[in-house]
Nanobody, 117 residues
Framework: QVQLVESGGGLVQAGGSLRLSCAASRRTFGSYHSDWFRQAPGKEREFVASITHNTNINYADSVKGRFTISRDNAKNTIYLQMNSLKPEDTAVYYC???????????WGQGTQVTVSS
């Protein structure tokens, strides 16, 4: 079993930055892909970014050029650096991990990001 704990959310003005963290309870990056999702009020959860065990990275079109996913193997932590934030980025952000692409074995509890205009 793996526990994922997100942190770093908060309230920020449009144009500002936040860095989210997702700490895993044990070493997983050697075999798991790690993804960020978000869910805004009244909307379905959507993919934001992913990093595979061999460091292939993908982003949703809506965040390309503004968000950066990374990981620190020594800390068992993945990060989501979010720059040039927009009000439409407001959502609860979740991290997830799985062995197979598109299948998620573990989810975090989420962290709220609110971007004011």
């Amino acid at each position: 079993q793996v526990q994922l704990v997100e942190s770093g959310g908060g309230l920020v003005q449009a144009g500002g930055s936040l860095r989210l963290s997702c700490a895993a309870s044990r070493r997983t990056f050697g075999s798991y892909h790690s993804d960020w999702f978000r869910q805004a009020p009244g909307k379905e959860r959507e993919f934001v970014a992913s990093i595979t065990h061999n460091t292939n990275i993908n982003y949703a079109d809506s965040v390309k050029g503004r968000f950066t996913i990374s990981r620190d193997n020594a800390k068992n932590t993945i990060y989501l650096q979010m720059n040039s934030l927009k009000p439409e980025d407001t959502a609860v952000y979740y991290c997830a991990q799985g062995v197979f692409v598109g299948i998620y074995d573990y989810w975090g509890q989420g962290t709220q990001v609110t971007v004011s205009s």
